[in-house]
């Protein structure tokens, strides 16, 4: 089967020229073309030569993969169905809002992270994403030029794909990439130590932690990676990062009635992140089918607000976009049917 070239970074396409005995200029043309000029076929690089063109078509494709469906909110979301190797597939949510516009890109098919509260860790794990299928879906999206910024928080852990992850983030970012301001993009992740420790000392995009209870023993409860790298610890680290304006660290919290929504873990929130120049973001949660979680109502959402931002927290309470067709924060799945 031919490899695809798209989702190489110069390094691997350097790699690959050398192997096919090509000049060794021909990575960055290569990368030009397939990162800045968009092409989707090897022989529309008409500055390689006619026989570097044959050699590449021999055993490479660009690889890239259409959208097969979409579903549009009546909010203007769409969720977007790719397909990826092995015949399986994964969501992408694009979010336009007023001046912005978000994708909502996937890392993995399904979770094995196990979040109790959490639509695509009830799907498990179906395997990782290469870089190819990471990327495609930003530029395969229809709405590519519209895009404002890029969150990792679609399907799947991405620091469960690590090495992927930092392929495409270094694609997006580079010059000889797409060229992405590092700030137009956040990781969203639930803390994997190492993992967190590799992403801040190796990119400059902004971290999104997913917090979802602020004490050890209930966190674990609801994220069973507590048990291996408590919150405390992810927290610690991220202290030690003298971190400059141009990089966010925010942490991700989804309101569950009777859960984490009262006043005592607002409290505890304030103790345990004192000291971390951070944002919260409050998220309304959206029932899945067979969770025995209930969303927070609007009181106890304001409440809980309140009690952070009296502590001088910067907190924001996330709009929910995309309800309609289950492209909502924690809902992308590719166990459910499509319907074309
Ligand atoms: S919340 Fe994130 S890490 Fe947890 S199961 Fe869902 S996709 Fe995986």
Known sequence: MKQALFGKTVQELSEMAAELSLPRYAAKQIAGWLYRRQVSSIDAMTDLSAKTRELLNARYVVGLQEPEAVKKSKDGTKKYLFPVADGKYVEAAYIPDRDRATLCISSQVGCRMGCAFCMTGKQGMNGNLTSTDILNQFRSLPEQASLTNIVFMGMGEPFDNLPEVMKSLEILT???????????????????LPAVKHFMENSRCHIAISLHHPVHEERKRLMPVENKYPIQQIIAQ?????LNRQRRISFEYVMLAGINDSLREAKEMVKLL?????????????????????????????????????????????QSRGLDIDAACGMLSTTRKWHK
Do not use: E
């Open 174 to 192: 580079a010059d000889d990439g797409y060229a992405w301001a590092p700030k137009r993009i956040t990781v969203s992740t639930i803390g994997i």
């Open 238 to 242: 991220l202290k030690t990062y003298d």
């Open 274 to 318: 004192s000291g971390l120049q951070c944002r919260i973001n409050l998220i309304p949660f959206h029932a899945i089918p067979d969770s025995p979680f209930k969303p927070s109502g609007r009181d106890a959402i304001q409440q809980f607000d309140a009690a952070l931002q009296q502590k001088g927290m910067i907190v924001t309470v996330r």
